[in-house]
């Protein structure tokens, strides 16, 4: 039972460009969350997805940060015209029930905005 | 507002010796605390975890305590081991809502042998 997969593992944009961060919950969960670790910094959560619904986005900044998870595929994290302050590790958490005590971590995509 | 503190940023302890991880909470809602492990480039790797209606969790060498009173919880690693060097953190969450967990910053452990 392969693990919960994300990608890319480093991605590199420009100021103003756009980032695209995938992840694929392990088989059989339909719950995924996202969540943010600065440098020095604990995970910070952004968002909890339900397959195509946005169950709690309270941590997305307002503007330029989206996240969907369609019936079909994997979740993505969508970051418009970043900035360098977006430089981060954007970890992606799966569960199948949704319970907090249940959530199973990917190896993280680490984004560095030049 | 940091709900949940960890106040050591790192430790660094004895092989063989026992390692004592220290973790403080505000929120008196929540109901479950998870210790996570991560190694550089890694996502966290679940370790253990206790129910806030219990005070203790043991699982091997990991054993975790609860004060709720205090609001403390605390990890315990007997005996540590060289492999055990990593960061590890302190997570919380509350029933309802999205049970998103709370993260501490984090204590970097490096155990010398």
Known sequence: ?114 | DQQVKQNSPSLSVQEGRISILNCDYTNSMFDYFLWYKKYPAEGPTFLISISSIKDKNEDGRFTVFLNKSAKHLSLHIVPSQPGDSAVYFCAASYQGGSEKLVFGKGTKLTVNP
């Open chain 1, 1 to 114: 039972n392969a693990g919960v997969m994300q990608n890319p593992r480093h991605l590199v944009r420009r100021r103003g460009q756009e980032a695209r961060l995938r992840c694929s919950p392990m088989k059989g969960h339909s719950h995924v969350y996202w969540y943010r670790q600065l440098p020095e910094e604990g995970l910070k959560f952004m968002v909890y997805l339900q397959k195509e619904n946005i169950i709690d986005e309270s941590g997305m900044p307002k503007e330029r940060f989206s996240a969907e998870f369609p019936k079909e595929g994997p979740s993505i994290l969508r970051i418009q015209q970043v900035v360098r302050g977006d430089s981060a590790a954007y970890f992606c958490a799966s569960s199948p029930t949704g319970k907090g005590y249940e959530q199973y971590f990917g190896p993280g995509t680490r984004l560095t905005v030049t």
